[in-house]
């Protein structure tokens, strides 16, 4: 059994930062690629960024790139995200999904205020 738990989430102002960590439990051997999702109130769920399970960078959208970065830590059992000179239109519930399991966290919440 495998779980995972977001971490990291709050509430900045425009071109602030914050890093979110996601840490997996139990039969990490087990876990492939990893992803961050996010949804935003009144939006439907999209894809933030995803890593490979050797922490290959594998793709961001758009809205994203240049200033947020996945990162992973196997050591640490450890997907992070960090997110630089976040928006307003970041606001969103952050997810953490690993790929191979179909296993989605709780989710933390991001607000940025402008």
């Known amino acids: 059994q495998v779980e995972v738990a977001e971490s990291g989430g709050g509430s900045v102002q425009a071109g602030e930062s914050l890093r979110l960590s996601c840490l997996v439990s139990g039969k990490t051997w087990t876990v492939g690629g990893m992803a961050w999702y996010r949804r935003a109130s009144g939006k439907e769920r999209e894809l933030v960024a995803r890593i490979t399970r050797g922490g290959v960078p594998r793709e961001y959208a758009d809205s994203v790139k240049g200033r947020f970065k996945i990162s992973r830590d196997n050591d640490k059992n450890r997907v992070d995200l960090q997110m630089d000179n976040l928006r307003p239109e970041d606001s969103a519930v952050y997810y953490c999904?690993?790929?191979?399991?179909?296993?989605w966290g709780l989710g933390t919440q991001v607000t940025v205020s402008s």
């Open positions: 999904y690993a790929f191979s399991l179909g296993l």
